[in-house]
T-cell receptor, first 114, second 111 residues
Framework: AQTVTQSQPEMSVQEAETVTLSCTYD???????LFWYKQPPSRQMILVIR??????QNATENRFSVNFQKAAKSFSLKISDSQLGDAAMYFC???????????FGKGTKLTVNP | NAGVMQNPRHLVRRRGQEARLRCSPM?????VYWYRQLPEEGLKFMVY????????ESGMPKERFSAEFPKEGPSILRIQQVVRGDSAAYFC?????????FGSGTQLSVL
């Protein structure tokens, strides 16, 4: 069975600095997708970034980028120029190709200090 | 273009009562997914439905839980005879293709 592990229950960063959140996963599939979701206190699940496993190029969305290491099954999220609004729970998730049945990690709580 | 709508946002039930959670997917989406988030945990898949069909219910508890997505109207997640362990946030999501859009969830509290 696929598993997703987030080894950092909590992280903190100073405003305007850069922070990296870790995620590892386990799968025997070759066709899959990886995601980072943000969950602020409002509870809304917001898609931050998505990576197709077949793409070697790391996905980027403005200040958010990933370091996808397929062989190591690692998928870390880098947040540059951190803002107070980035404070939230961040969940890493895995999805098999062709399916929206996602497996989530337990999350990392990010605090941004002014 | 409204997002995925869930109601109620908060639901309080006493042990033994029934809970009904509603979800309307985004316009044009005909696939609905339900996930449950226990305290201090990530979301866990429960069930995947298309209109009038349950496609995958491998994450649903075997008893007391059921889901439907009728031809007309919202998808319903029904929990009969609730127990304290059912207290959680229940999320609905809809999808066009391998990209899930989530609702804001229903927080169920069982007293």
């Amino acid at each position: 069975a696929q598993t997703v592990t987030q080894s950092q229950p909590e992280m903190s960063v100073q405003e305007a600095e850069t922070v990296t959140l870790s995620c590892t996963y386990d799968t025997s599939e070759s066709d899959y997708y990886l995601f980072w979701y943000k969950q602020p206190p409002s509870r809304q699940m917001i898609l931050v970034i998505r990576q197709e496993a077949y793409k070697q190029q790391n996905a980027t969305e403005n200040r958010f980028s990933v370091n996808f290491q397929k062989a190591a099954k690692s998928f870390s999220l880098k947040i540059s120029d951190s803002q107070l609004g980035d404070a939230a729970m961040y969940f890493c998730a895995y999805g098999k190709g062709g399916s929206e049945k996602l497996v989530f990690g337990k999350g990392t709580k990010l605090t941004v200090n002014p | 273009n409204a997002g995925v709508m869930q109601n109620p946002r908060h639901l309080v039930r006493r042990r033994g009562q029934e809970a009904r959670l509603r979800c309307s997917p985004m316009k044009g989406h005909s696939h609905v997914y339900w996930y449950r988030q226990l305290p201090e945990e990530g979301l866990k898949f429960m069930v995947y439905l298309q209109k009038e069909n349950i496609i995958d219910e491998s994450g649903m508890p075997k008893e007391r839980f059921s889901a439907e997505f009728p031809k007309e109207g919202p998808s319903i997640l029904r929990i009969q005879q609730v127990v304290r362990g059912d207290s959680a946030a229940y999320f609905c999501a809809s999808s066009p293709n391998e990209k899930l859009f989530f609702g804001s969830g229903t927080q169920l509290s069982v007293l």
